[in-house]
């Protein structure tokens, strides 16, 4: 296995394969430059964990003050085994507020984009993303959103995220000059995907869609706001409300009917 222990410090693979385990501590388990991609492949035995002392898990970016980066897709894709981030805002204010080496992740997310255009494909992944904060108990799983390189106003993440037999907890986080296209469908074994958060919640992002397939679902945490749904159920009876929790889904400025748990 690959372990890395010190404060910021990452396992940083910006091209290539991986199928071993991966340990970061206080650091990103992964980082992506650019044009970049790295794929992680498993029988059930690799596992990724990023540990409280940074703000996100997996980075996905783009740098133009590094040489030996270069802008285009950035790309990370995962199938089999698990991920683990943890950093949690209840105990570790600084999961809380965000780094500020980033000047981006407040508070703390599983996955961060900036300043690139990224694909993330993730297929049959254990994922525990424990990221909660005194406000939200669901945490973050995505932010797309402006790092402090790159040019002012369109330093923003443009993200396509595709889960494919994956079960997500967390938000996702959308600044006004970033963009997220989500998918959630069902693997060859027909085993749904699902999300319990929201989505733009701050109603702030760009272009924001989901895409559902007909047996994945959507647990909504409170209130959000897409630019497009797509979803192959008509009666939209597979997104529903967390239990307990006053919820609406707006589209393109529009609320819509939900189905009830």
Same mark, same amino acid.
């Given at each position: ?37 790295? %794929?992680? %492949? ?168 989901? %895409? ?50």
């Amino acid at each position: 296995g690959i372990r890395a222990a010190g404060t910021g410090s990452a396992i940083a693979v910006s091209d290539g394969t991986v199928g071993t385990t991966v340990m970061a501590q206080n650091g990103p388990a992964v980082v992506v430059e650019g044009a970049k991609s790295v %794929t992680v %492949t498993s029988t059930g035995n690799t596992l990724l964990t990023g540990a409280a002392g940074d703000d996100y898990g997996i980075f996905l970016y783009y740098n133009p003050l590094r040489l030996d980066a270069t802008p285009g897709t950035s790309s990370f894709t995962m199938s089999g085994g698990s991920i683990t981030y943890i950093c949690d805002a209840t105990g570790t204010p600084s999961c809380a507020s965000g780094s500020a080496s980033s000047d981006q992740n407040s508070p703390a997310t599983l996955f961060s984009v900036a300043n690139t255009t990224a694909s993330i494909t993730l297929t049959d992944v254990t994922v525990t993303n424990t990221t909660p904060t005194n406000t939200n108990i669901y945490g973050t799983l995505l932010t797309a959103a402006a790092l402090n390189s790159g040019t002012t106003g369109s330093n923003g993440g443009n993200v396509t995220f595709n889960a494919i037999g994956e079960t997500l907890t967390g938000d996702v986080i959308v600044d006004a000059i970033s963009t997220v296209a989500l998918s959630l469908a069902a693997d060859t074994s027909a085993a749904p995907s699902s999300l319990t958060g929201t989505i733009n919640g701050a109603n702030s992002g760009g272009t924001v869609s989901l %895409t559902l397939d007909a047996t994945s679902t959507w647990v909504v945490t409170g209130t959000a706001w897409l630019t497009t749904l797509n979803n192959a159920v008509t009666d939209n009876s597979n997104i529903t409300c967390a239990n307990g929790v006053s919820c609406q889904v707006y589209v393109a400025g529009s609320p819509i009917v939900i189905g009830s748990n």
